[in-house]
Every structure is written in C-alpha cells, then in structure tokens.
C-alpha cells in the first residue's frame, strides 16, 4: 500500500474506534461522524461555518430597513428640498449613516460636483452609483454560489480517495483485516459525499432565496433614490437659462432689377 493510501487508511480506520454494539447502544455522535470524514471531513466543515456566517450577514443586510432606513431618506428629502447639496454630502458621509442610499447619493452627489455639467448628469451618476453598490451586494451573495459548487466537489474527491482505499485494501490486505479496511473506506466515501451534498443543497437555496431579494430591493430602493433626488433635477430645470435665439444671418442687398437699358438719341444722317 502507498504512502498516501497509508494515510487514508488511518483515517479510514478511525471508524472503527466503535464497535457495532456500542453505536446501537448509544448512537454515533456528529463528531465521530466527522471523524469518519477525514481530512477533507473538516474541510467541508469549515466551509459550512462560512456558509452559515454568509447567510446570517446577508439576513441582517438584505433588508429594506436596512438598505433605506426612513430617518435616512426623511432627513436627505429634507436637505435636498432645502437644495442644500453641502449638507446632503456631509450626511452621507457620516459613517453613523451609512447604508445602500447613502452610499449611493452621496457618490452622485461627489460626481456631480466634480463634473463641467454640474447637476445635468445627475440621473446617470445615480444610476452608475447604484449599480456598483447593488453589485457590492452581489458579490456577497456570489461566496455561497462558490461553497454550494465545491462542497458536492470535495464529496467526490473524497468519495473517490475512499473507492481507491477501498480497491487498495482488496488488493494488499486478506481476512478480516480487508473486510475492516474495505468497510472504512467506503465509509469515508459514503461519508464526504453526504457531508458535500448537507453543504450545498442549503447554499444553492440561500443563493437564490437572497439573489430574489437583492432585485427585488434594487429596484424598489432605486425608486426611493430617485424620488430624494427629484428636487436637484426640478432646480436643475428651473435654473437652466432658456436658449438664446440664434442670431440671423444679415440679408444680402438684392442686386437691382435690371431697368430700361438707355438708348442713344440715333443722330441724324444728313440727306444730301
């Protein structure tokens, strides 16, 4: 048997520690069910804690109060009805305000004020702003798509190291020491498998449970931002100077219309 098999062997055989009558007497607890994962064992373990931990995050976040509290859109309607931009900026700033609407206008609003056109842009910096920060929000929800793809990769890898345990132990092992091997090794497959699949059915749920709701809210609290914004886009229309006319081009003079085209008096021929 190889060094590496040599290995799994041992983590193979960590199954054995209990004896059939004890596990119908008492029960196999998680962790000796962990046990019998081995290494890659604890491994999906820890990418089930991240999992966990991602979905109570995206819980508390993925939340319209959360996204758009309403002492947040009150006081910001209230700046930007008063057109006071300074204010509006230094709100969003505090870092004791800050949320999906803040973060959001208070970018439109530094652009604006960094932009030649002033205000006239206002509309495609709120919505380039938004989309960044809805992406922010994606790329969250993105980690529980990656551990739903690699928690049913780790049961196969595992799977696959114990069927290659398994045929080992049928080759280099005889008696009831293969019959031991071969029954830790197929558990250790059987195991990981079913430790890949507890991690994934439940990522790939959230995953789409919470893509759902962040367009859902992206839309809904895009509504909210551009009803904030309104007042800057109305001040914005009353402030802009109306077009001056184009000056006219001066008329050329007419040329003159063509007159009788003066005759000489015809002199007189002398008769002779």
């Not at 491994?43 to 758009?68: E, G, Q, Y």
């Not at 809904?220 to 886009?233: C, F, K, Q, T």
Request: proline residues 7%; glycine residues 10%.
């Amino acid at each position: 048997m190889t060094d590496w098999t040599t290995h799994v062997f041992d983590a193979a055989t960590l199954a054995q520690n209990v004896t059939p009558e004890q596990a119908a007497q008492s029960g196999r607890s998680l962790l000796e069910y962990i046990r019998q994962g081995g290494f890659l064992g604890y491994v999906l373990i820890a990418l089930s804690v991240a999992a966990v931990t991602l979905v109570i995050l995206s819980l508390i976040k993925v939340r319209k109060d959360a996204w758009a509290p309403l002492d947040v859109v009150q006081a910001l309607t209230k700046y930007l009805r008063e057109h006071d931009v300074e204010g509006a900026k230094a709100y969003c700033a505090d870092p004791n305000n800050e949320c999906f609407v803040t973060r959001v206008i208070g970018n439109a609003l530094a652009r604006c004020g960094r932009s030649a056109f002033g205000f006239l842009e206002l509309r495609s910096a709120l919505e380039e702003s938004g989309q960044i920060e809805a992406d922010r929000q994606y790329r969250v929800n993105d980690g529980l798509q990656l551990i739903a793809a690699l928690g049913p990769m780790l049961g196969l890898l595992g799977t696959v190291i114990g069927l290659i345990g398994a045929f080992s132990s049928l080759a280099d092992l005889e008696g009831a020491a293969r019959s031991k091997a071969l029954a830790g090794f197929m558990s250790l497959a059987l195991v990981n498998t079913a430790e890949g699949l507890a991690v994934a059915i439940p990522c790939t749920a959230f995953y789409f449970l919470f893509k759902r709701r962040i367009d859902r809210l992206a839309t809904e609290v895009g509504g909210i931002v551009e009803g904030i914004a309104i007042p800057l886009e109305q001040r914005q229309g009353g402030e802009k100077p109306a077009p001056k006319p184009a000056p006219r081009p001066m008329a050329r003079p007419a040329p003159a219309a063509p007159g009788p085209v003066p005759v000489e008096p015809s002199r007189g021929v002398p008769t002779p």
